[in-house]
């Protein structure tokens, strides 16, 4: 008896979703309730913060662009003199900005690969600034008004009005990245509905599916 060839499974293509907002919005709380219901997130922000330290041919090129004290004597990144140097200078942020992102691009795209989920999320401050969510499934904006922002992020970081504002003004607008996405979570009120609204937000992701 010839036994028969058993169908190769198809393959499920993943599904990466990125997740954005301005600063206070609320953005890494919706990450981690994705995380509790089971979904991977690649933290962007977290993982620039070790990149630059772990992959030693970005580490060569931001010593080229800043110098060797861009890294402190036991070798690790010196955030605050990289923020002095790029504070007097903005062409040397788009500098290292262009090195950081395309190896953090990689990193994600790595990461992808050891995922198994239908769905990853990508949580970035930067999805339509740097164009990201033209690489996405679909993008989540959280957002809240700007003056419960800067309250929340005033109590977070102990800091002050101005400091959360200058940081805000340069951020693009709530008004147009709600333009760009496919999912907007208004953060206005408390923690359960915050919550109420992610899991919203993946059932309907499940659906769009069907
Ligand atoms: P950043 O861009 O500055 O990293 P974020 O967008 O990731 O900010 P979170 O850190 O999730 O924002 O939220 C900012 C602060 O506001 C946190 O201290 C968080 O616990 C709090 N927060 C978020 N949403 C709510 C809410 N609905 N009610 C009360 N506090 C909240």
Partial sequence: ??????????????????ITG???????????????????VY?????????????????????ELLGENAYDSSGLYDRKYVSKMIFEDEEILLKLNSLIHPAVKIDFENWVTQQSS?????ETALLFELKLNESCYKSILVTADDNCRLKRVMDR????????????????????KIKFADFVIFNNDGLEELKENTLQV???LKESLK
């Fill in 43 to 63: 933290y962007s922000d977290i993982r620039a913060k070790t990149i630059v330290n772990d992959n030693t041919q970005l580490q060569q090129q931001i010593k």
């Fill in 118 to 122: 239908v769905f990853v999320f990508k």
């Fill in 1 to 18: 008896m010839i036994e028969e060839e058993a169908e190769p499974e198809p393959r499920v293509s993943t599904k990466i979703i990125g």
């Fill in 157 to 176: 970081d102990d800091k002050t009005y101005r400091e959360v504002e200058a940081v805000m003004n340069k951020q693009m607008p709530e008004k147009d």
């Fill in 22 to 40: 301005g600063i206070g919005s609320g953005k890494s709380t919706v990450s981690k309730y994705i995380e509790e219901a089971g979904f991977p």
């Fill in 202 to 204: 993946i059932n309907d």
